[in-house]
């Protein structure tokens, strides 16, 4: 993630937990690269169609290290 905080998709659904959808994703790789980080291995994604593995992502979680 860039120093400057992206701002999360907006969802036109009216429904409070579809609202919390991309908070919650966020959440979710952020905590996949921290865990893939102290375990050692990589973090499956999807490129081009087909799966990949790459190296977990600092700017993902060294914020949450502190913690």
Same mark, same amino acid.
């Given at each position: 993630?860039? %120093? &400057?905080? !992206? +701002? ?6 009216? $429904? ?6 991309? %908070? &919650?994703? !966020? +959440? ?6 921290? $865990? ?18 790459? $190296? ?12």
């Amino acid at each position: 993630m860039s %120093a &400057a905080k !992206e +701002r999360l998709p907006v969802l036109k659904l009216d $429904d409070p937990d579809m609202q919390a959808v991309p %908070a &919650a994703m !966020e +959440r979710a790789v952020r905590r996949a690269h921290r $865990d893939a980080h102290r375990h050692g291995t990589g973090v499956l994604v999807v490129e081009n169609g087909k799966m990949v593995e790459v $190296d977990p992502d600092p700017a993902l979680y060294e914020d949450d290290e502190a913690s």
